[in-house]
């Protein structure tokens, strides 16, 4: 089962901003939804895609589940929950957006529930979010690598993640770099617009470019249509090896999502 390379980032969207990038987003193409739980906007999504009348098979949604219901009684009730608010029947993907704070709930026992709603026919695919190289190690030593789709985690120029990313790829386990243009971060740098103003590329492009090109999946979040419709747009194979060495030595392990319950990173 292959991602959707480019997917809509929802994370902070709600009410107006969300419904305009949704609107935006179908327009231009999107079909990969990107929400979790904790973003408290599964609900409004549901709605709108209902409203939307988009084939629900030619929609891939991925949702996570927070940390509060990781456990054997919590994640087959929360998972209902949040299909009940995305009005569908299943997910394509859904993920533990953050490894048990503290493994209050042991690995095993959420994969094992995890594994039990994919063969309830709940979520096509489950995978982790924000795992370690050695989480997602236990992880596949649990349940087998062929049951993990993906490992959601930071990735831009500025926190480039190699370790984990290269287990991932050594594993077959699909990498979906989150806020991949470092929440926007990335269109001040100068060397990104040296990269950008010799292909004729914006800065986005060529983080999302760099991203692609890697063979990773990317899920940019935006308001702005013009923004969207280059997002989903972005060409690969442009780069060059110039282009490739300055990107490299802007590895700054600069990251942005790193909530006190996060785990001992690589
Ligand atoms: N698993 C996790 O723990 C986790 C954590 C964080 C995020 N995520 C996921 O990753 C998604 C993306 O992360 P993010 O939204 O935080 O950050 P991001 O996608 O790196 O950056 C979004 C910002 O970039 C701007 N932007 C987007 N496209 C642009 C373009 N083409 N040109 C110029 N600016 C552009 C947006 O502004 P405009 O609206 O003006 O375009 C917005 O301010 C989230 O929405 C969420 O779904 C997952």
Redesign the pocket.
């Known amino acids: 089962m292959k991602i959707p390379r480019v997917?809509?980032?929802?994370?902070?969207?709600k009410g107006r901003?969300l419904n305009i990038?949704l609107k935006s987003a179908l327009k231009v193409g999107f079909r990969h939804i990107?929400?979790?739980q904790i973003?408290d906007n599964e609900g409004e999504i549901g709605k709108f895609l209902k409203q939307a009348q988009i084939p629900r098979q030619d929609l891939f949604l991925?949702t996570?589940v927070w940390t509060n219901h990781l456990s054997k009684e919590d994640l087959i009730p929360s998972l209902q929950e949040s299909l009940e608010r995305l009005q569908t029947s299943y997910v394509d993907l859904t993920?533990i957006?953050?490894p048990s704070p503290k493994n209050q709930v042991p690995l095993k026992e959420t994969l094992t529930e995890l594994l039990r709603a994919k063969n309830k026919g709940m979520t096509k695919a489950i995978g982790v979010?924000?795992f370690t190289t050695e989480q997602l190690r236990e992880a596949v030593d649990l349940i087998g690598k062929e049951h993990i789709l993906t490992n959601?985690?930071?990735i831009?120029p500025f926190l480039q993640n190699r370790k984990v990313s290269r287990l991932c790829q050594e594993l077959g386990i699909q990498v979906?770099?989150?806020?991949?243009?470092?929440?926007?971060?990335?269109?001040q740098s100068k060397e990104i617009s040296y990269i950008a103003k010799k292909h004729k590329l914006?800065?986005?492009?060529v983080?999302?470019s760099w991203l692609l090109d890697q063979g990773f999946v990317?899920?940019?979040?935006?308001?702005?249509e013009?923004?969207?419709r280059?997002?989903f747009n972005t060409g690969v194979g442009i780069l060059d090896e110039e282009d490739q060495k300055i990107i490299s030595e802007l590895e700054k392990n600069y990251r942005?999502?790193n909530p006190d319950f996060s785990p001992q990173w690589d």
Do not use: C
């Open positions: 997917g809509l980032g929802t994370f902070r969207l901003d990038s990107d929400t979790a973003y991925t996570k993920l957006h953050w979010s924000n959601q985690i930071e831009h979906t770099a989150y806020m991949p243009l470092a929440y926007g971060e990335v269109i914006t800065n986005a492009e983080s999302l990317v899920i940019p979040s935006s308001t702005n013009d923004h969207l280059s997002n942005i999502a």
